[in-house]
């Protein structure tokens, strides 16, 4: 039994000594090849190890990717894509499951039927018009299958209407249920959102030349042909304008600007004021900027139109004189001119409410009466119901002046003038011819002449007593007395022709005589 063992050992070992040589192991290898390989391992037919890996099957999946790594099969695998990692039946089998070898130069190693393959196994599937083209019409004869392209530009360039200025990414506006059909929308792909008529514009009316990058997005770039203004309002036509009409403005002259329209204004067209550049030359919103050649006043009442004028027509006048002066217009002042008084212009001088900032030419009294005419006059005429109370006057009238006509005492307007002393008019009544001097009141009174009262005790410093009382005065007011003159009050200042004494005992004759008699002598030392 045991010389059994050693006999088979040593046979064993013999064999393998034998097959180690080179010459045993190709003899060793043809008689346990299953026949010939393709053509194109044909390299590799003596060489088993290059796709077979001794003792261990699973290994020979690594060889073969290790070989054809160029076609990235293995990457392919490892990460689910492409044919050979989406195809399930191919997951965790091995190479040789599908791709036999060994059966002849001449043998098909890859077994593709076009008709029944799969391509949504690959990373192009198959939809909509691609599942009706051929597979010619993708796949080339001079490439090989998973060399073909998968961009849409590279099989569609020569369809491309776009010239390729649109880019290479087809897919992001088309689809592959035709070319018309596109996912591209412009107002969420682009900066520009297209409403109103450019809705139906077509691209090219936009986009001419298939020229895209850069397009410019004002308005004027594309409708300066149709700028009825020509210009002078600028570039910013969206300001006024709409997409869905040139004709339809939806410029708020009251709401987008300071200045609003109304009266004749709306119906005005803009190029009446805005004569210049809309933007560049800005107006002035004062009513005078436009109508000063309409200025009837001539600048004279200022610039603030709107005071009295309003925007419908100006012969609508607002101005109130009552409500916005401080002068209402009555009587006479009504149907005044403005430029009556408004002589300069408002702006700069408005006339005072007083009545002799404007008569003061008219004033008869020569401001004798005071500046303030409305004391006594009032706006329906100077002599329409004067008022004036001489009694507050400083010669007020009484008794019989009081049915006096003011013209008899008052010669002019200028009352001023007028003398109040009872002289100055009654200097011809005067009976005493100016003996008793010219202050005709201390006497009289204007009840009438006759009615007199005078204490020459009392309103003088000359008492009349004896042979004094009881005299006329002319007995000792015999001329005229000269303004301020005063009788002199000693007793030679009269009786002076009386003295038979002829000045011997000197000019003080109370020393002995007495107002009762001459002739009673009372001797005072």
């Not at 992001?172 to 450019?198: I, M, P, Q, V």
């Amino acid at each position: 039994m045991v010389l059994t063992n050693v006999k088979l050992a040593a046979s064993f070992f013999l064999l393998a000594f034998f097959l180690s040589t080179p010459c045993a192991a190709g003899i060793f290898d043809d008689l346990l090849m299953p026949g010939p390989v393709i053509q194109a391992h044909a390299k590799f037919e003596r060489k088993c190890e290059s796709c077979h890996a001794k003792l261990d099957r699973n290994e020979q999946n690594k060889l073969c990717t290790d070989c054809h790594d160029h076609t990235d099969i293995a990457k392919d695998v490892a990460a689910g894509q492409g044919f050979h990692g989406k195809n399930p039946a191919v997951k965790g089998e091995r190479c040789s499951h599908c791709h036999s070898d060994h059966e002849g130069r001449e043998a098909q190693v890859v077994l593709f039927n076009p008709e029944a393959f799969r391509h949504d196994f690959t990373d192009f599937e198959l939809v909509d018009k691609h599942q009706d083209v051929e597979c010619a019409g993708c796949h080339r004869k001079e490439k090989k299958y998973a060399d073909t392209p998968k961009l849409c530009i590279d099989c569609h360039k020569d369809d491309d209407p776009h010239l390729g200025r649109l880019g290479e990414k087809c897919q992001d506006c088309h689809k592959e249920s035709g070319w018309e059909k596109n996912a591209f929308d412009h107002d969420r792909d682009t900066k520009y959102k297209l409403d109103g008529k450019h809705v139906e514009v077509g691209c090219k009316l936009c986009h001419a030349g298939e020229r895209y990058k850069k397009t410019p997005k004002i308005c004027v770039a594309c409708h300066l042909i149709n700028d009825g203004h020509r210009g002078r309002y600028g570039k910013e036509c969206e300001k006024c304008h709409t997409t869905e009409d040139w004709k339809k403005s939806k410029f708020d002259h009251s709401k987008d600007t300071k200045f609003k329209l109304s009266g004749r204004h709306k119906e005005t067209a803009c190029d009446t004021c805005h004569k210049g550049h809309l933007f560049d030359d800005k107006l002035e919103v004062a009513c005078v900027s436009c109508h000063k050649l309409d200025d009837e006043h001539k600048g004279k009442n200022g610039r603030a139109c709107q005071k009295c004028h309003d925007s419908r027509k100006w012969g609508n006048v607002r101005f109130s004189h009552g409500k916005d002066t401080k002068f209402a217009l009555k009587g006479r002042h009504k149907g005044l001119a403005c430029e009556t008084c408004h002589k300069e212009s408002t702006a700069t001088a408005n006339p005072k409410p007083d009545c002799i900032e404007c008569h003061r030419d008219d004033d008869v009294h020569k401001e004798q009466e005071g500046l303030q005419c409305e004391k006594c006059h009032n706006e329906s005429g100077w002599g329409e119901r004067v008022f004036f109370d001489h009694d507050l006057s400083r010669f007020p009238l009484i008794g019989q002046h009081s049915a006096v006509t003011c013209e008899e005492c008052h010669l002019s307007s200028a009352y001023q003038d007028t003398e109040v002393r009872c002289y100055a008019c009654h200097g011809e009544e005067d009976a005493h011819e100016e003996a008793l001097g010219r202050d005709c009141h201390d006497c009289h009174n204007p009840n009438g002449w006759d009615f007199w009262s005078f204490k020459h005790d009392e309103q003088t410093d000359f008492s009349l007593e004896g042979k004094h009382d009881g005299l006329i005065c002319s007995a000792c007011h015999t001329g005229p007395l000269k303004e301020g003159e005063k009788l002199g009050k000693t007793c030679i200042a009269c009786h002076y022709l009386d003295d038979r004494h002829r000045g011997e005992f000197g000019r003080r004759c109370e020393r002995c005589h007495v107002s009762s008699s001459f002739t009673e002598v009372t001797y005072l030392r």
